[in-house]
């Protein structure tokens, strides 16, 4: 390499980014083999040489910070953040799947199972059930904790196929019954000497919770339509099922959501104008439709980008030898399309806006610790 | 819990039970965005324990101040995604219900 004199080198541009740097910081690159500058480049000082400061301000995040909701229904909704680091996403993400607690059945108390179905096996199919009941309305119940009616809600099942029908039957989660005054099963008791004692059940609730103003025309009722198990002629089910609040990390069972995820934002850019044969073969290269045609006049047709949103990455376009040049795929690293689904106990917005608020309260908690 | 040294204050190893990368890895994003840094990064020392190290080294300021700096800004954050997303869904059911009428 020839030496070139320190006073004929470039001149660094000062306060402000290249357009190569820009499209680093601000952009993942999808190429063909590989995407590229995935890495966040978050340092504060990273630009200084260029006397550009790429620190937190507060004000600036404000500014720039937006939500647009998409699509929102009782159980699922689609929004999108933008402006957010991808470290600050993903929290509000495994928020939403980890530490949101809800209800879920974690004892059945089996009286009388002929199914084929084992009793374990029966047990796990009936605590995924999704119960369609505010986990805020409960306590959790520690180890010394008894169960009432503040921790526990409990659920009967019983279900007979007669064997004079001759037909199979299924059990389906609507058929569990709510029971707003606790279990019906009786404590086996010790000492039958005093016959004053009343009988106790499993559960020991002081009142009904039918009788609370959340509950009193508001029963509380599971997600009805899914299959617990079938029966054959003469087999018989008799069980309750106790519901406790948990969270999602202990099992997956009681995480509120079906599925939290986000996608960044796809850009997809042409660089320089496809026209004619080309730009017919693009549109048909794509599986999702993001191309178009677009009619220049003069019988001359180019290829537009008409829906980048739909775009999935599967890099078919940019496959074939050549054309890596002609399309560009991106992301844009500060756009994230969040998608919510709810299993039912709570709606999806204030899912989010919980979990918004777990992440606070855990810095609260970091900063009590350290003062 | 806090290990670090009485001579120099400036870098210190936080130690957060009970935590995972959910908080560890923003608290990284907020403290490296804080020009007070120089070093600042993570790692959570065994998968079956539940708890997190963080590092941090400063210029010269208390490791601690800044630390409870950064989650200040970590829940200012967290307060303005917060009143953004209820207002946009406020916005949203608004306009649907205006829509339908």
Same mark, same amino acid.
């Given at each position: 390499?020839?030496?070139?004199?320190?006073s004929?080198l470039?001149?660094?541009?000062?306060n402000?980014?290249?357009?190569h740097?820009?499209l680093?910081?601000?952009?993942v690159?999808?190429n063909n083999?590989?995407?590229?500058?995935?890495?966040d480049?978050?340092?504060s000082?990273?630009y200084?040489?260029?006397?550009?400061?790429?620190s937190?301000?507060?004000?600036?995040f404000?500014?720039?910070?937006?939500?647009k909701?998409i699509?929102?229904?009782?159980e699922?909704?689609?929004?999108?953040?933008?402006?957010?680091?991808a470290?600050?996403a993903?929290a509000?993400?495994?928020? =939403?799947?980890? @530490?949101?607690p809800t209800?879920?059945?974690? !004892?059945?108390?089996?009286?009388? &199972?002929?199914?084929?179905? +084992? %009793?374990?096996?029966?047990a796990?199919r009936?605590?995924l059930?999704?119960?369609?009941?505010?986990?805020?309305?409960?306590?959790?119940m520690?180890?010394?904790?008894?169960p009432?009616?503040?921790?526990?809600?409990v659920?009967?099942?019983?279900?007979?196929?007669?064997?004079?029908?001759?037909?199979?039957?299924t059990?389906y989660s609507?058929?569990?019954?709510?029971?707003?005054s606790?279990?019906?099963?009786? =404590?086996p008791t @010790?000492?039958?000497?005093?016959?004053?004692? !009343?009988?106790?059940?499993?559960? &020991?609730?002081?009142s009904s +919770? %039918?009788s609370?103003?959340?509950f009193?025309?508001?029963?509380?009722?599971?997600t009805?339509?899914?299959?617990?198990?079938?029966?054959?002629p003469?087999?018989?089910?008799?069980?309750?099922?106790h519901a406790v609040?948990?969270?999602?990390?202990?099992?997956a069972?009681?995480?509120p959501?079906a599925?939290?995820?986000?996608?960044?934002?796809?850009e997809v850019?042409l660089p320089?104008?496809?026209?004619?044969?080309?730009?017919?073969?693009l549109?048909?290269k794509?599986?999702? !439709?993001?191309?178009?045609?677009?009619?220049?006049?003069?019988?001359?047709?180019?290829?537009?980008?008409a829906r980048p949103?739909a775009c999935?990455?599967?890099?078919e376009?940019?496959?074939?030898p050549?054309?890596e040049?002609?399309?560009?795929?991106?992301?844009?690293?500060?756009?994230?399309?969040?998608?919510?689904?709810?299993?039912?106990?709570m709606?999806?917005?204030?899912?989010?806006?919980?979990?918004?608020?777990i992440?606070e309260?855990?810095?609260?908690?970091v900063?009590t610790?350290?003062? | 819990?806090?290990?670090?040294s009485?001579?120099?204050?400036?870098?210190?190893?936080?130690t957060l039970?009970?935590?995972?990368?959910?908080?560890a890895?923003?608290?990284r994003?907020?403290?490296n965005?804080?020009p007070r840094?120089t070093?600042?990064?993570?790692?959570?020392?065994?998968?079956?324990?539940?708890r997190?190290?963080?590092r941090?080294q400063?210029?010269?300021?208390?490791?601690?101040?800044?630390?409870?700096?950064?989650?200040?800004d970590?829940?200012?954050?967290?307060?303005?995604?917060?009143?953004?997303?209820?207002?946009?869904?406020?916005?949203?059911?608004?306009n649907?219900?205006?829509?339908?009428?």
């Amino acid at each position: 390499m020839p030496k070139i004199p320190l006073s004929d080198l470039p001149v660094l541009p000062q306060n402000h980014l290249p357009l190569h740097i820009l499209l680093q910081k601000t952009r993942v690159s999808c190429n063909n083999d590989a995407p590229t500058n995935t890495e966040d480049i978050i340092y504060s000082g990273a630009y200084a040489a260029m006397g550009v400061d790429n620190s937190l301000r507060l004000d600036e995040f404000r500014k720039n910070f937006k939500v647009k909701v998409i699509k929102l229904s009782e159980e699922d909704m689609e929004f999108d953040l933008i402006g957010i680091d991808a470290s600050i996403a993903n929290a509000f993400r495994r928020i =939403l799947i980890s @530490e949101l607690p809800t209800m879920a059945i974690e !004892k059945v108390l089996v009286a009388n &199972s002929s199914s084929v179905v +084992q %009793d374990e096996v029966l047990a796990h199919r009936l605590g995924l059930i999704p119960i369609q009941v505010d986990p805020r309305l409960f306590e959790y119940m520690s180890e010394n904790d008894v169960p009432n009616e503040k921790n526990t809600i409990v659920f009967k099942l019983h279900f007979k196929c007669e064997r004079k029908s001759g037909e199979r039957r299924t059990v389906y989660s609507h058929d569990l019954k709510w029971l707003p005054s606790g279990s019906e099963y009786m =404590l086996p008791t @010790e000492n039958s000497s005093d016959p004053s004692s !009343k009988p106790k059940t499993y559960t &020991s609730f002081t009142s009904s +919770q %039918d009788s609370l103003p959340e509950f009193l025309n508001n029963p509380i009722t599971v997600t009805p339509g899914i299959i617990i198990t079938k029966l054959g002629p003469g087999q018989e089910i008799e069980l309750e099922a106790h519901a406790v609040k948990g969270l999602g990390q202990t099992h997956a069972k009681w995480s509120p959501v079906a599925t939290a995820w986000y996608r960044m934002l796809p850009e997809v850019i042409l660089p320089r104008d496809i026209i004619g044969e080309a730009a017919q073969k693009l549109v048909n290269k794509c599986p999702v !439709k993001v191309f178009d045609i677009e009619d220049m006049g003069d019988g001359v047709k180019r290829a537009t980008v008409a829906r980048p949103r739909a775009c999935t990455l599967c890099r078919e376009c940019i496959r074939e030898p050549g054309w890596e040049n002609k399309v560009e795929l991106r992301r844009v690293r500060d756009h994230f399309i969040f998608t919510i689904e709810s299993t039912g106990a709570m709606p999806p917005e204030v899912l989010f806006t919980e979990a918004v608020q777990i992440l606070e309260d855990k810095c609260e908690r970091v900063i009590t610790v350290l003062s | 819990m806090e290990h670090g040294s009485y001579q120099d204050l400036s870098a210190s190893t936080f130690t957060l039970p009970d935590e995972d990368h959910t908080l560890a890895n923003s608290l990284r994003f907020t403290l490296n965005q804080d020009p007070r840094v120089t070093v600042c990064g993570y790692s959570i020392p065994h998968p079956s324990e539940a708890r997190v190290n963080i590092r941090v080294q400063t210029t010269g300021d208390p490791a601690n101040e800044v630390m409870k700096d950064s989650c200040q800004d970590l829940m200012m954050i967290c307060q303005h995604v917060r009143s953004a997303f209820d207002q946009a869904v406020a916005d949203f059911k608004n306009n649907k219900a205006s829509e339908s009428e």
